[in-house]
């Protein structure tokens, strides 16, 4: 009996008090299963799959359907296809994805890696947040940006212009080639890169094709050439993310989950076979199921490539009157490089461009019948698609619904509803962006 | 403070010199007739016993004290123990109601002494409920509680609500107490909310026939001494400990058959198909091998099979096997009527209902239970299996209990149970989910025959129903879409295994009528391990995944209660109650991902080329200390003042330095009753009479462990149109910041609760009536306030939210015929709740709880709690002056006239989403009836819920695939305007027939219009039917048993309702605070069971 009496004891003074600070406190409130920092090497992997994946997938999707390349045709995506689905609930996911899960990351790895110095960090990060700033302007418009991602802070975060975000852009991909040009401050970036593996030059020129893009979007198209110029020399250098057969690209997922929702369009099949561009259709123009031989599980998704340089520098040179034959060498290496990405050989790409109606020679070299028509081809699936359709009102597409085809994206259903400084009355259909004449 | 404890663990410690004695005894009624569970109790303690089946009982007080018999509906009478070894007591049948009931902390007390509402549910309504879930056997049998079944699947869970809500976004399932310990009754859900299996709440462990009694403590004075962990309600369970007399033994064997209640009303004319363009809307027949979602197809009828692959309207050549023969059907193709073989279509319209099976369940129980004057026991056992009505859906529960008592000395007695229960299930996907069953099973075109030939039970194991020889799955969309149910059935299971083991110790040490010491520790363990089979080839997961799941849940509890109580004077009682409380949980889980099989047949790691696996760690601590003083006055006034201070980890913030008070938060209670029947004359009519009151605060804790902080985890790489990613990617796992901010300011939630009442018996209490009305405010409330996602994060957690509950309880208890041969009493139990959500956070006026972006359930302020929002058509006077922007305008509705639209002439669509409907029932009654006609009872239980809005998504989907019946009438009716205005406000003059492109429209299927498809879900239904008969063993000359009874009972057998699709008894996101959405949810069942029982 004595014995039980002293545990019972113990009982009550362990329950009671010995144990008061330790029981309760003693940081069983902190989170086990999530770290509450990282470091540089953990977070730039995420940003960098995180925006390859956004753009590859949802971006790339809604893009090419509204400049009907694909087409929706079930479920949904039958919805979207006509606008009418394409509600700013549908555009929630996009927008989340960029402010919440690339541009808060990105922000807090340029500040990180500014305080220790490790300046080639920094200098990834600012080219990398200047892509993801490029993309969301063009798609949305006015955007917040200087008051945005800062919590609890600004809890209404302003708009800032579409012309506001540029000059950023432009800004933050000077000071990134310039960090990228000196020393890493004593960490370098290396597989956890998984764009480039750390290559800072291959970054600086990434840089430039992200420059050459931005002033083709603004109509400045001697800037655009030069630094076009100074960007990528082959497709080895593509800003690209190659995907694996385990870490599957977004297209593969969704012909995987939501299979017969999106297919091949029409309008781009009749304008290839116009073309007798039957190997180039052969490969894309398939069923949208996990075979389909282009878009792979492991495709590699780039964010900007090559031959979209060279079709800037073939566009550039012809809205400038520059050189014909560097015109056609341009021209030609866009058209030669889509084949190379389709998997197609040499020869093949030979057949093709000795058609005149594809090749008439450097000066007959129409704007719009060959060097937007080739671009509008050869970047099939790529988000950009939709900037060249609005920039140029080319190729002259019918509305699948109504009389417009719509210009922008909506904002997304929580922005409008949870920040009171969303810009009222914004539809797929107005306003234009300030660079769409 | 420190000092005070060991203090009073030394005056336990101190043996006083009081004498105790072992009285025995009987308890009969005026008659003579033995009572059985008669409440014996030592005055002014809380030692108390009931009496066994024969009326005995045995109890151990001090000498000197007095004990008192009472049962219901009889006159308490008290004895003086002096000495002497035997009381027996002949209790009169009284005006009084004398009734013992276990409140809070286990503290026995006087029904009539509580100034709230607490109600009793006894073991015969829950063991001839014909359930073998106590939650779900409860239904309709108290008032203020609200029980919804989630899914007609073996093994699913089901919800209970006591009082509407009290948290916004946290736990709202009351606390579950089984003998005196705080016991896990958790949901675990796996995957998301809308998809997945159907889940158990752990509740369903117990096994019902060890069940002695349930008392529901409803509102905040009657729960305020558990704390937080009480705020929504607490169930206190006491299970059977055997009795002091002979061994007694007691089997009950029941079988049973459960079958399919209703399907969706769907279409069975239109083959698979579509029309051939919108400007030629002729309808042709498309071979599964196009991947055709829809049954906007000819009629059946107008079709016969082909199987020349020259025909001119043959399908592709990949629909045909090298030797030529079709694959979708061993019949052939099908062409138009004439130009194939002449054989007519077959109509496989028997698809989906025909699938499921009559279900059968068995349940054998034995239980052992008897004592001495020192020590009782009982020890029980059953084995339950429980097919589901889906073919391959199984669910087993083992149990064991033991249960026991000790009289170790005239101070000292301990009481402990011990249970293990195994549980087994084989779930079924269901819901949102290209594996769902429901989705492939109802969509399936009537031209399609799922099962390949064979009869519906063949298929089940005939893998050539729904494989291919080459691997590739056979189904309706040429291998896409949907899985085939047999192949959800056969490659698509989720095996769970529930080891669970949970017991309390309690020692009570009695040193006098002022000192009176109990402790009492409870431990909680439950090992729960999932595995999540997808044969490669499955829709869900085209390489195959084996998706393994262990959860282990520890969870204990101790309480330690001081109380003491004795008469002042003549007229005042006192009594005095101190307790201090300490309760830890922790849930450890371990997530294993194999995916991408070499070969299909393997299911299993071994056979995945991509493994990965991730962990994870959910815990909490809770103290608190509690003070109550009782005071009653002549038997006639009773106060109970009540305070409790709670400390709970979940307020921390890690890395801070420790303040008692960033942890902790006082409430206080107080309630008052008054006999007000004992202030009347003696009355032949009113027998008695209760006027009762209560005010009290209950804090509320965080819904969620660390909220306090946030930091980092694993990118999210998906858009929701696919699989997301899982890293390492190339080696390397990324990170990113949560997109739910923390809040280092966090405090606990807080409810303050009114309620007032009358207890009132008419007619010896032949009559009874119990209202009971409360009224509540929750402040504080903690919510994920949404942020735009511009600042960073999509969420923060803040107190910031604010919600009134009001509501009325009411029971009426009459005794209809009281006769020899034959008796009928009966009970009606009413519920009515509302909640309002006043306020939500800075800027935020909706808060999503679950369901479809463009449909779902919200808080919105000044709207009842899980309002559904949702598209809805345009009206005239949408965004004018007197639009709320919510609500949907009053006004015509618009349609599309723009010529060139693909929507011309339908309804146009409000760009903004409205409420359009309230998925809470108005009220809730439930009607109990017991008849007894010599040895035969009869029992039955209307249930009706009226109104309570469901979003009926089965409808919404079905209408786009043209499955429903509607849109087979709609499509063939001639042109008609739909009723409404033009742009321009004239009359609609717009012919439109409702057609495939109609139902595929914005304002049709997976459209963002919802309105048209939010239906009442209110029912009325026959909850339970039973007919028993009690053996006559003596007649038939057997001895060796001492009862018998035969039963029947029948489950859910009728009911009506206007929702049109499965029975809306049922909630996609299972016991979640989301309700109101049905998408391909099980349906429900009916149910016969046959139940013998034997005692020896």
């Not at chain 2, 002494?113 to 073998?132: E, K, R």
């Not at chain 2, 080891?499 to 090992?527: H, M």
């Not at chain 2, 009325?808 to 006769?819: D, F, K, M, P, Q």
């Not at chain 2, 409205?914 to 035969?936: H, M, Q």
Request: charged content about 20%; some cysteine; glycine content about 10%.
């Amino acid at each position: 009996m004595k014995r039980l009496e002293n545990i019972l004891k113990t009982v009550f003074c362990v329950l009671l008090f010995t144990a008061c600070e330790s029981f309760i406190a003693d940081d069983i409130n902190l989170d086990p299963n999530n770290p509450s920092s990282v470091t540089l090497n953990a977070v730039l992997p995420s940003i960098q799959v995180r925006h390859m994946d956004v753009y590859g997938g949802q971006t790339s999707r809604v893009n090419s359907m509204l400049s009907q390349q694909v087409e929706g045709v079930a479920r949904q995506w039958s919805s979207f296809n006509d606008y009418s689905g394409l509600t700013p609930t549908r555009f929630i996911t996009v927008w989340d994805i960029y402010y919440g899960e690339i541009l808060i990351e990105v922000n807090k790895m340029i500040s990180d890696a500014s305080e220790d110095g490790y300046n080639h960090y920094a200098g990834i990060g600012q080219i990398l947040k200047a892509a993801a700033l490029m993309d969301m302007t063009d798609w949305w418009g006015d955007i917040p940006y200087t008051e945005a991602v800062l919590g609890i802070d600004k809890i209404n975060p302003a708009f800032d212009s579409q012309q506001a975000i540029y000059t950023e852009v432009f800004s933050l991909l000077n000071s990134g080639v310039s960090l990228l040009s000196g020393g890493n401050g004593g960490f370098a970036v290396g597989s956890d890169d998984v764009i480039f593996g750390g290559d800072t030059s291959k970054w600086i020129k990434a840089a430039n094709a992200i420059k050459a893009r931005g002033h083709l979007h603004l109509g400045d198209y001697a800037a655009a050439l030069s630094a076009a110029k100074s960007s990528f020399t082959s497709r080895a250098d593509n800003m690209s993310y190659k995907f694996s057969s385990t870490q599957q690209a977004g297209w593969w997922r969704f012909n995987d989950g939501r299979t017969g929702d999106l297919e091949f369009h029409p309008y781009l099949r009749e304008m290839m076979t116009a073309l007798n561009d039957t190997d180039r259709l052969g490969v894309w123009d398939q069923t949208f199921i996990t075979s389909h031989d282009y878009l792979k599980a492991d495709y590699d998704q780039a964010y900007i490539s090559y031959r979209e340089i060279q079709f800037i520098i073939a566009e550039c040179l012809s809205r400038t009157n520059g050189s014909a034959s560097e015109m056609e060498t341009a021209y030609l290496n866009g058209i030669k490089a889509s084949f190379a990405e389709t998997g197609l050989s040499d020869a093949a790409y030979d057949t093709y461009v000795a058609q005149a109606e594809v090749n008439p020679g450097g000066a007959s070299l129409d704007l719009e019948d060959h060097i937007l028509t080739q671009k509008y081809i050869g970047l099939f699936v790529q988000p950009e698609v939709f900037n060249d359709l609005r920039r140029n009102d080319f190729p002259v597409l019918t509305p699948t619904s109504g009389s417009q085809i719509p210009v922008r994206w909506n904002y997304s259903e929580f922005e409008i509803l949870f920040n009171s400084n969303t810009p009222a009355g914004g539809t797929l259909f107005s306003p234009k962006n300030s660079w769409d004449n | 403070m420190k000092h005070s404890i060991y203090f009073m663990a030394l005056i336990m410690c101190i043996q006083v010199a009081f004498a105790q004695s072992t009285i025995t005894g009987n308890v009969t009624d005026d008659l003579g007739v033995p009572l059985p569970g008669a409440t014996i109790l030592e005055v002014g303690t809380n030692n108390g016993t009931t009496t066994d089946f024969d009326g005995n009982y045995s109890i151990t007080v001090q000498d000197g004290s007095s004990i008192s018999a009472g049962f219901v509906g009889y006159e308490t009478s008290t004895a003086v123990v002096s000495g002497q070894d035997q009381i027996n007591f002949s209790l009169q049948q009284g005006n009084q109601l004398e009734e013992v009931v276990v409140t809070s902390l286990g503290i026995k007390r006087e029904s009539k002494a509580l100034g709230y509402s607490i109600q009793t549910v006894g073991s015969d309504d829950i063991a001839n409920s014909g359930s073998n879930s106590a939650l779900d056997a409860l239904v309709g049998k108290a008032a203020g509680v609200q029980i919804t079944r989630s899914a007609g699947s073996a093994g699913g869970g089901s919800r209970i609500l006591i009082r509407g809500v009290t948290s916004m976004i946290g736990n709202n399932q009351p606390l579950i107490v089984i003998d005196g310990v705080r016991t896990n009754n958790e949901t675990l859900n796996s995957g998301s909310s809308t998809a997945g299996t159907a889940t158990s709440n752990r509740l369903m462990d117990l096994n019902n026939d060890d069940i002695e009694s349930i008392n529901i403590l409803k509102g905040s004075a009657a729960t305020a001494l558990y704390g937080t962990a009480g705020a929504a309600g607490v169930v206190v369970i006491t299970t059977k400990k055997g009795a002091e007399g002979e061994m007694k033994v007691s089997y009950t064997h029941s079988t049973g058959v459960d079958w399919l209640s209703t399907t969706f009303n769907m279409q069975t004319e239109f083959a698979q198909g579509r029309n051939r363009s919108r400007s030629n809307r002729t309808s042709y027949w498309r071979s599964p091998g196009t991947g055709e979602s829809s049954s906007y197809g000819p009629r059946i009828t107008d079709l016969e099979y082909s199987t020349d692959p020259n025909h001119p309207d043959a399908p592709s050549a990949s629909d045909f096997d090298s030797e030529g023969n079709y694959l979708w059907d061993k019949n052939g193709f099908l062409v138009p009527k004439g130009t194939g073989n002449g054989v007519a279509a077959n109509n496989y319209q028997d698809n989906y209902r025909g699938f499921f099976r009559d279900a059968m369940q068995s349940l054998n129980n034995l239980s052992i239970s008897g004592g001495s004057e020192k020590a009782t026991y009982k020890f029980s056992t059953s084995y339950l299996t429980n097919e589901g009505i889906v073919p391959n859906e199984e669910y087993g529960r083992k149990t064991f209990s033991l249960a026991g008592t000790l009289q170790a000395n005239d101070k000292l007695k301990f009481t402990t149970t011990f249970n293990f229960i195994r549980s087994d299930y084989d779930r079924i996907q269901q819901g949102s989910n290209t594996s769902g069953l429901l989705l492939g099973l109802y969509r399936t075109p009537i031209s399609f025959d799922n099962a390949n030939g064979f009869s519906a039970p063949d298929a089940v194991d005939s893998p050539s129903a729904y494989i291919f020889p080459n691997g590739k799955q056979r189904n309706y969309r040429g291998g896409g879409g949907y899985d085939n149910p047999y192949w959800i059935i056969n490659n698509a299971l989720r095996e769970e295994t529930v080891n669970r083991v949970y017991g309390s110790f309690a020692v009570e040490y009695n040193v006098n009528k002022w000192l009176n010491a109990v402790l009492n520790v409870g431990a909680d363990f439950t090992s729960d391990i999932r595995k999540q089979n997808f044969e490669k080839g499955s829709r869900t997961s085209s390489q195959g995944l084996s998706s393994l799941s262990q959860y282990t849940t520890y969870q204990s509890d101790a309480i330690l209660n001081i109380s003491g109580g004795d008469a002042i004077t003549d007229k005042l009682n006192l009594n005095y109650l101190v307790s201090a409380n300490a309760f830890s949980f922790q849930r450890t889980g371990l997530f294993t991902d194999g995916s991408n099989f070499a070969f299909q047949g393997f299911i299993n790691l071994a056979n995945a080329s991509n493994i990965t696996g991730s962990e994870s760690l959910l815990r909490n601590t809770q103290m608190g200390l509690v003070a109550q003083v009782e005071a009653d006055w002549d038997s006639t006034f009773y106060l109970t003042l009540a305070a409790r201070q709670d400390y709970d980890s979940r307020l921390g913030v890690p890395g801070t330095e420790f303040k008692g008070s960033d942890y902790s938060f006082v409430y206080p209670a107080a309630s008052l009753s008054v006999l007000v029947s004992e202030l009347l004359p003696k009355s032949d009519v009113l027998s008695f009479a209760k006027v009762r009151a209560s005010w009290a605060q209950v804090g509320g804790p965080p819904p969620f462990s660390y909220l306090t902080t946030s930091g980092y985890g694993i990118t999210n790489v998906g858009d929701g149109w696919g699989d997301a990613l899982s890293w390492p990617i190339q080696g390397i796992t990324g990170f990113e910041i949560d997109s739910v901010l923390g809040n280092s300011d966090l405090k606990s939630e807080l409810t303050e609760e009114v309620e007032f009442g009358v207890d009132l018996r008419f007619f010896k209490n032949r009559v009874g009536l119990d209202v009971a009305y409360y009224n509540r405010k929750m402040t504080d409330a903690i919510l994920n306030a949404s942020l735009p996602t511009s600042t960073g994060y999509q969420n923060v957690w803040l107190n910031s939210g604010e919600m009134t509950g009001k509501g009325i309880e009411a029971t009426l208890n009459l005794g209809i015929v009281e006769s020899e041969d034959f008796s009928w009493d009966s009970q009606v139990n009413y519920t009515t709740n509302e909640n309002i959500v006043e306020q939500l956070a800075p800027g935020l006026d909706k808060l999503f709880l679950a369901g479809f972006s463009s449909a779902g359930s919200y808080l919105i302020a000044g709207n009842q709690y899980g309002a559904v929002v949702g598209g809805s058509y345009l009206r005239t006077g949408s965004g004018g002056a007197n639009d709320d922007g919510l609500n949907i305008p009053e006004g015509e509705v618009v349609v599309n006239s723009d010529p060139t639209s693909n929507e011309y002439g339908y309804q146009a669509v409000d760009p903004v989403q409205r409420a359009i409907g309230n998925p809470n029932p108005d009220f809730i009654v439930g009607w109990n009836n017991k008849l007894r006609i010599k040895s035969f009872n009869i029992g039955f239980l209307l249930d009706w819920r009226q109104g309570g809005d469901m979003l009926n998504g089965v409808a919404w989907a079905l209408s786009f695939f043209g499955r429903d019946q509607l849109s087979a009438e709609t499509r063939v009716e001639s042109p008609t305007p739909i009723v409404g205005v033009k742009a321009d406000g004239t009359p609609n003059d717009i012919p439109i027939v409702r057609d495939q492109y109609y139902y595929q429209s914005s304002v049709g299927g997976f459209g963002s219009v919802w309105e048209q498809f939010v239906e009442d879900g209110g029912w009325l239904r026959l909850r339970e039917v039973s007919l028993g008969w009690d053996i006559p063993m003596a007649d038939l000359g057997i001895d060796f048993i001492d009862s018998g009874n035969l039963s029947v009972v029948g489950r859910n057998l009728w009911y009506s309702t206007e929702y049109n699709g499965v029975d809306p008894e049922t909630s996609l996101t299972g016991v979640g605070n989301g309700q109101g959405v049905d998408y391909f949810n099980m349906p429900s069942t009916r149910s016969v069971m046959f139940k013998l029982n034997l005692n020896l």
